[in-house]
């Protein structure tokens, strides 16, 4: 038996933690004995962790990563609080050397592990699931190290020669997708020997039978064209762009598209603001949070991902799954998502070229089928991805 530690935040909802859930719901536990450690116990995925893996204890410390700094000098940990601060203040004075808000997240991790406690167990194997990788590094104990790469490095700017010394200590580097590892390797090539590409795991089983729990009404009308996003409301996720392309479609007299988006995120009073100035109340409709959202995934006409970049689109393949047409923006990585014309549409990267072919699916509903039954006919299972990983071990 192979010990294994795998380190992740939370489990909330999000791509990143759907594909942790998947991965670990196909994971051999005849040869490996997993260990699963989350710095924070919360979100509705943590019912998915299978029985065969060991969910270790919340560490008080380790689980401030994600809390506000008055909730942390409230709990009794104002050394932490402080270094909080430190990193805030300090990651702000970084955007005039052209540093983004990922700066910060680095600070904090530099200023805060000196206060968490190493993990007692020795490992055979330890992975860091979701950057930054520090604590793996220096607080876990393990003969190889793994890191994960979940976004087009090419869109974020941390501190290159800090993030560089971080990743030149692991032993392996995964992308989740080819043009997600080409992304990283531009600004990294010396990484290259250290690099594999495994994608996300797809569990079509499970995601068919999640469609089929429908706990509430499904508000998509039949005369209507409905269009579905899930995503968290981020720049990344290009949920604005959506709203502006629903805009020109509106204009151009599409009073029956509708566009209902699953999410949640630190942009959603700008993307209700946006609705409001818009008219847009009764055509773009925020569904909220919502742990299970194929029910809606299953029954909309097109699935939309509006994003201005990806490492490798959990919610697009999902969407392929269930045999639905989907449509997504020309990000850096798009081609290794979707193949144009064949089992989805990619489109320019604007709320022009969204609302373009929109408009050209609206009208041409041949071209939908098409692409539904594709998706229908192909097998997009891979749980063999898995044997790539294990090789590392």
């Given at each position: ?5 795998i380190?992740s935040?939370?489990?909330?909802i ?12 196909n ?5 490996h004995?997993?260990d699963?450690?989350?710095?924070n116990?919360t979100?509705?995925?943590l ?6 893996v060991?969910?270790l204890?919340?560490n008080k ?5 994600r809390k506000?700094i008055g909730?942390?000098a409230?709990?009794?940990?104002p050394?932490?609080?402080f270094e909080?601060v430190?990193a805030k203040?300090v ?10 808000d990922t700066?910060q ?12 406690r ?10 860091s699931?979701l950057?930054p990788h520090?604590?793996v590094?220096?607080k876990?104990n393990?003969?190889v190290?793994?890191?994960w790469?979940?976004?087009?490095y090419s869109?974020?700017n941390?501190?290159?020669e ?7 200590r692991?032993d392996?580097i995964?992308?989740?997708s080819?043009?997600c590892?080409d992304?990283f ?16 795991i ?6 068919k039978?999640m469609?089929?729990?429908?706990s509430e009404?499904?508000?998509f009308d ?15 996720k ?5 709203v ?7 204009k151009?007299?599409?009073?029956d598209?509708?566009?209902y988006?699953?999410g ?8 209700k603001?946006?609705?409001e100035?818009?008219?847009l109340?009764?055509?773009f ?6 742990e ?5 995934m299953k029954r ?8 201005r ?5 959990v ?17 850096p990585?798009?081609s ?14 604007s709320?022009?070229?969204?609302a373009?072919k929109i ?5 041409d509903?041949?071209i ?6 594709h998706?229908?006919k ?7 991805e ?5 090789e590392?071990?």
């Amino acid at each position: 038996m192979k010990s294994v530690l795998i380190a992740s935040y939370d489990m909330e909802i999000g791509g990143v933690e759907r594909s942790l859930a998947s991965m670990l719901n196909n994971f051999d536990y005849k040869k490996h004995d997993v260990d699963l450690l989350l710095y924070n116990h919360t979100g509705p995925f943590l019912q998915y962790i299978p029985a065969g893996v060991n969910l270790l204890p919340q560490n008080k410390s380790y689980s401030t990563i994600r809390k506000g700094i008055g909730t942390i000098a409230r709990s009794g940990m104002p050394h932490l609080a402080f270094e909080r601060v430190r990193a805030k203040f300090v990651g702000k004075s970084g955007i005039k050397k052209g540093f983004d808000d990922t700066y910060q997240m680095q600070l904090m991790w530099r200023y805060c592990k000196k206060y968490f406690r190493k993990v007692d167990k020795k490992y055979d194997v330890a992975i860091s699931y979701l950057w930054p990788h520090d604590f793996v590094l220096d607080k876990v104990n393990a003969k190889v190290k793994i890191a994960w790469i979940h976004t087009d490095y090419s869109k974020i700017n941390p501190d290159r020669e800090l993030d560089l010394k971080t990743w030149e200590r692991y032993d392996y580097i995964i992308a989740v997708s080819e043009d997600c590892l080409d992304s990283f390797l531009k600004i990294y090539p010396t990484l290259a020997s250290k690099c594999r590409v495994i994608e996300n795991i797809t569990s079509p089983k499970f995601i068919k039978e999640m469609s089929d729990k429908v706990s509430e009404r499904i508000p998509f009308d039949s005369e209507n064209f409905n269009l579905l996003s899930v995503a968290r409301f981020s720049y990344a996720k290009g949920i604005d762009i959506a709203v502006e392309a629903l805009r020109i479609l509106k204009k151009r007299g599409y009073q029956d598209i509708k566009w209902y988006v699953v999410g949640y995120g630190g942009d959603e009073d700008e993307i209700k603001r946006l609705i409001e100035a818009y008219s847009l109340r009764n055509n773009f409709i925020l569904l909220g949070k919502r742990e299970n959202p194929y029910p809606f995934m299953k029954r909309c006409d097109l699935y939309v991902q509006p994003s201005r970049y990806e490492g490798k689109a959990v919610t697009v393949s999902e969407a392929q799954i269930l045999g639905k047409p989907v449509l997504i923006t020309n990000y850096p990585t798009a081609s290794s998502q979707v193949k144009d014309g064949v089992d989805g549409i990619i489109t320019d990267l604007s709320p022009e070229g969204l609302a373009d072919k929109i408009e050209t699916l609206y009208k041409d509903r041949d071209i939908l089928k098409r692409l539904e039954n594709h998706c229908s006919k192909t097998d997009f299972s891979n749980e063999k991805e898995l044997e790539r990983l294990y090789e590392l071990f």
